[in-house]
């Protein structure tokens, strides 16, 4: 269900009685996929992509201040710090399927609040609102590991983008060329956030995959090569990880360092695709912190996460199956030792 007919007037209201909107949006499919579809539709604002943390707080407040927006759109963040929100002169318009959580001077759009297991994607509640741009809502639902209700209707207008039988979202991502649009998603979001702005820039113009897969474009080309770009750095890495995951035993544990590009959730999905009795932990060290991404088909992760986290300087979260954690360097092995005995 997502979003209900009265929910989705509302949101539409919101955009269409605005002039300056401002779009905060998740560094990931999911969210990047949820603001190309609302910014088309509306075709004017601003965006801003949320990479340095997976949380919106006071930090972005000068960010707002600069844009004097008239409406705030948060798209497909899992936190919104209440002194973030109390800042805010503008209406807030949070949509999201995380938490939920307990805030004020915000509208809220959670699936979650009536009902705790419906986990539509915000790409998915954004095409409720949008109705337009087919392929990028299922390019944002696939790639949230999620198969939407229009996937009949997106492959009789793509019938060769998901090309072969599937029976769940991970055999769309590795095997067909929906996937291939997915990781090109993916990758094009890596790096300094100004070159990821400059692709979302050029995405916005873009109105067919085919311009993308084909290279039919100057705009597609220029994301092809972006794509490339990436891919020859996360190659290497992913075969040292999938030798890694091959390993014996229950729990995957497979760390590098890299101070500019994050590949941990990219690597772990594709991990625990190709090894789903395992439970997968990836872990990029920055500094003198791990961010990490945790991935298991059947255990639910987040009260885990948070019991090993009780007097560690670190934070986590997400879904029941997909994580992510941030923790410092000093604490990582304590946290490992203390999730190895708990699963």
């Known amino acids: 269900m997502a979003l209900s007919k009265i929910q989705i ?14 779009f905060f949006f998740d560094d990931d499919q999911d969210g990047l996929c949820s603001f190309l579809q609302l910014y088309r539709y509306k075709r004017e604002g601003k965006g801003i992509i ?15 201040e600069e844009c004097q927006p008239d409406k705030i759109f948060i798209l497909d963040l899992a936190v919104v710090e209440q002194d973030f929100l109390d800042e805010m002169k503008a209406p807030v318009i949070w949509i999201d399927h995380h938490g939920p959580f307990e805030r004020s001077n915000v509208r809220y759009f959670n699936p979650r609040i009536s009902n705790w297991e419906d986990n539509h994607p915000t790409s998915y509640m954004c095409y409720q609102v949008a109705e337009q741009d087919l392929w990028l809502a299922a390019i944002g639902c696939v790639a949230d590991w999620f198969i939407p209700p229009f996937i009949k209707d997106f492959q009789k207008e ?9 029976e769940g979202p991970g055999d769309i991502i590795y095997n067909t060329k929906l996937g291939h649009l997915i990781r090109i998603f993916s990758f094009i979001l890596k790096g300094k ?8 820039k050029v995405l916005t113009r873009i109105g067919s995959p085919y311009e993308i897969l084909r290279q039919e474009t100057a705009q597609g080309k220029f994301i092809y090569k972006r794509y490339e770009q990436t891919a020859k750095i996360y190659g290497p890495l992913r075969e040292e990880a999938m030798k890694t995951a091959k390993k014996n035993g229950k729990l995957v544990l497979f760390t590098y360092k890299d101070d500019k590009t994050s590949f941990t959730s990219d690597l772990s999905n594709e991990m625990i695709y190709r090894h789903q009795d395992k439970i997968i932990l990836v872990g990029r060290e920055k500094n003198d912190e791990m961010k990490c991404s945790l991935r298991s088909s059947k255990i639910i992760l987040p ?3 948070e019991k090993c986290l009780v007097g560690l300087e670190g934070y986590g979260g997400g879904h029941e199956h997909a994580c992510g954690l ?3 360097t000093k604490d990582f092995e304590e946290f490992v030792r203390r999730f190895k005995g708990m699963v």
Not at 54 to 64: A, D
Not at 158 to 166: A, G, M, R, S
Not at 193 to 200: E, G, P, R, V
């Open 9 to 22: 007037q509302q949101i539409r209201d919101h955009l269409d009685n605005c002039k300056n909107p401002l």
């Open 303 to 305: 009260p885990i996460i």
């Open 50 to 64: 949320v990479k340095t943390t997976p949380k919106l707080g006071t930090v972005f407040v000068k960010k707002v």
């Open 158 to 166: 793509f019938p060769d983008l998901i090309e072969k039988p599937y």
């Open 193 to 200: 956030t100004n070159d990821a702005m400059k692709s979302i």
């Open 326 to 328: 941030n923790i410092k």
